[in-house]
């Protein structure tokens, strides 16, 4: 984990806004929202990595810390840690910016796990020329 006051250094896989249409019956971001944007960060490293087509197959240790509010500038780090001969997993980190402030604080983080994959869908060398 990162420096709970600092965000990686470093540019984000994605950052995006958190919407009104994004919330859960509390009034704060759905968990399943803020989710699915720290699987498309990590399919970003991912796909780099395998220069091609990925698919998600396993996620660990999700923790959500802190709520994300409506207006939320949502920053997320992908960070490659390990990669097999099919499979890379990848740290993501999601972190919220009110917009009317300079700190950021650390809201979610999970490592997620991605198979590269051949034209038919099968699981294919991550670097096919080794």
């Not at 999970?110 to 051949?118: E, I, M, P, R």
Request: aromatic content about 6%; hydrophobic content about 35%; proline content about 8%.
């Amino acid at each position: 984990m990162t420096d709970p006051k600092a965000p990686p250094s470093g540019t984000p896989a994605i950052r995006t806004i958190a919407m009104p249409a994004d919330t859960n019956p509390a009034g704060d971001i759905f968990g399943g929202w803020l989710m699915s944007q720290m699987d498309l960060a990590g399919s970003n490293v991912a796909s780099h990595t395998a220069r091609g087509r990925t698919a998600t197959v396993a996620v660990d240790g999700m923790k959500f810390h802190r709520p994300v509010k409506v207006g939320d500038e949502v920053s997320l780090y992908a960070n490659l840690l390990r990669t097999g001969r099919t499979s890379m997993q990848i740290h993501v980190e999601a972190w919220r910016r009110s917009r009317d402030s300079d700190t950021s604080e650390l809201v979610t983080e999970a490592t997620f796990t991605f198979v590269a994959l051949d034209t038919e869908g099968r699981p294919r060398p991550v670097r096919p020329d080794e």
